[in-house]
C-alpha cells in the first residue's frame, strides 16, 4: 500500500491573517479537490486533519501502480491548491503552497466501528508522515520503496 500525506505550507499565518469564513472556504475547496483527485487515482482519503489530508491508495483495492497513482495524486493536488491561491494570498498578504510525503511498504487498515485504532497503522505510515513534514513549500518527497515502484516514470532527485 501507498500513503500520501499532504499538508498547506503557511496555513497557519492565514488562519491568523483571514477571516474565519474566508479560512472555511479555502479549506473546504482544499478538501473538495483534494477528495475528488485522490478518488479519481484509486485513492482513499482517510483523514481531513486541520490543513493536512491522509489518503490510502491499495486499500481496500490494491493496483499494481498505486504508488505511481499516489504521486500523480499528490501532483495534481499541488497544482489545483496553486490554482486556489491568488485569491486568498491576496486577502491575507502572504504565501501559501501543499507540501507531500508518500511512502510504500506494508500496513494494517482498519475500518470496523468496533476497532478503536481506525486508519492505516504501521512505520510506514510514521515515515510518509517524516517525509511530509521535511518537504519544503511545493515539494513531494517520497520514499525508497515507492521511487522504485515508480522507475523511469517521473523525474526524481536523490535526497540521500
Known sequence: ????????????????????????????????????????????????????????????????DDAERAVRAAIELHEAVDELRPRFEAAAGTSFEMHSGINTGVIVTSDMESDRLSGPLGDMVNVAARLQGKAQSGEILIGPDTARLIGPRFELTDLG
Open 1 to 64: 500500500m501507498t500513503v500520501l500525506f499532504s499538508d498547506a505550507s503557511g496555513y497557519t499565518t492565514l488562519a491568523e491573517t483571514l477571516d474565519p469564513e474566508l479560512v472555511r472556504e479555502l479549506m473546504g475547496a482544499i478538501y473538495s479537490k483534494a477528495s475528488d483527485i485522490i478518488n479519481r487515482y484509486g485513492g482513499r482519503v482517510d483523514k481531513l486533519m486541520g490543513d493536512a489530508v491522509l489518503a490510502v491508495f491499495g486499500d481496500p483495492v490494491a493496483h499494481e
